[in-house]
């Protein structure tokens, strides 16, 4: 299965890097790219299940119909970009915006009281280095964030029906909006895929002065093939874009009609986010942040090699996580649009219960038995080139960031902590024997 799934991945990063770098695509490469992700998704159950896997895929399938059928070229002839896929996309950009902000209305009555950003920047799943600054900005920047948001969410996105410039500003609030979300934290790629769709609310006299001008260059071949196309298509031409126009007349009518529940689900006082309601994932709901935690909680994973792990003596060391919180000194990392899904898993887990999340205890039986590949996902393991330890619990911390300039930060320490209590008491193999093979986890836990 490791293979099958590494070579589903390298295919696919083959394929996109293909595109990226000649600048050509065809139906033919992106319906695969589409397909590959989708079977990812398909079997990645609680590793990829975040709303961002579905916008990707509805965002591939709409890229699809951008491009010629065997054509690679990046200036291909005889195929105008169809308005049926514009206005997909910009549907699908009002979609998005407006399930967000929809979805923070009714859900978290901080969002109504404008203090939801007193709150997010420390708790959001993985800081980064500015989130911390921006914790301690004043009480009213916090409201003129939350005011802002609402504005860009509830508001801005019906620019779009509004004509030609009221859509270019729509755009370019969306654009400005994901670039502020990119700067303030590591909310993986979302940010940076919702500026795509956004990108569809520009035409080509806006986008132009980002182009080489000159003879021979790109502007100057795009006004030529205008000009031979306007002294008239050829008859196969002629019939090739019948062929296109009815395919994309049929991919209106599918979007139109699998957008029905979704519209439904909007206007709905029970409104759910990232959810798909047809198993393609062609058209989805979408939305983030409905509810704000006031603190941030975090599961500390520790092992001992002591054989009695109640022993006042026993010495209890951390793992290391590659991006969420644990070492107080270590700085908030900054990875986006990278991924680290376990840390982002932790962040769910930890104000939830290990009941709620059987995988934490898989994963402890992984540690147990210092399995190679669990410990890759970490960033540092205390019993590297020793034997495993015997033990392993889950603490429960409550986490704050220090104050800029405060004791704590003068220290080094970027956090502050608080133990809670334990997340979940100390296992051993023994402990977990029962546990593995009642689930009929795989074997190469080894948890003997």
Known sequence: MDANLDALALLGLGISSFILVSGCANMVLMAALWVLYMSLVNVGQICISSGWESQLLETGFLGIFLCPLWTLSALPRGTPTSRVVVWGFRWLIFRIMLGAGLIKIRGDRCWRDLTCMDFHYETQPVPNPVAYFLHRSP??????????????????????????????????????????????????????????????????????????????????????IQEEEARGPGALRTRGRVARGMVNLALGVLVAWLSIPVVLNLLSPRQVMNSSFNP???????????????????????????????????????????????????????????????????????????????WVIHLAGKLLANDAQALSLLAR???????????????????????????????????????????FPPLSRQDLRGYFTSREWPPGTRVE
């Open 139 to 224: 009480w009213w920047f916090h409201r003129f964030e939350t005011l802002s948001n609402h504005f860009l969410e509830l508001v801005v996105p019906f620019f779009i029906f509004l004509g030609r410039r009221m859509c270019i500003v729509h755009g370019a609030l969306q654009v400005l909006f994901q670039v502020v979300l990119i700067i303030s934290g590591n909310l993986s790629f979302l940010n940076w895929l919702t500026i795509v769709p956004s990108l569809a609310c520009f035409d080509d006299a806006t986008l132009g002065g980002l182009f080489p001008s000159g003879p021979g260059r790109l502007k100057d071949q795009v006004l030529k």
């Open 280 to 358: 393609l994932r062609i058209v989805n709901t979408y939305g983030a942040f409905g509810s704000i935690t006031r603190e941030r909680t975090e599961v500390i994973l520790q092992g001992t090699a002591s054989a009695n792990a109640s022993a006042p003596d026993a010495t209890w060391e951390d793992y290391e996580f590659k991006c969420k919180p644990g070492d107080l000194r270590r700085r908030p990392c900054l990875i986006s649009p990278y991924h680290h899904r376990l840390d982002w898993l932790m962040w769910f887990a930890a104000f939830q219960t290990y009941e709620h999340n059987e």
């Open 381 to 423: 393991n205390p019993f590297e080139g020793r034997d495993p330890p015997r033990w392993v619990r889950g603490e429960h911390y409550r986490y704050k960031f220090s104050r800029p300039g405060g004791r704590h930060a003068a220290e080094g320490k970027w956090w502050i902590r608080r133990r809670l209590g334990p997340y």
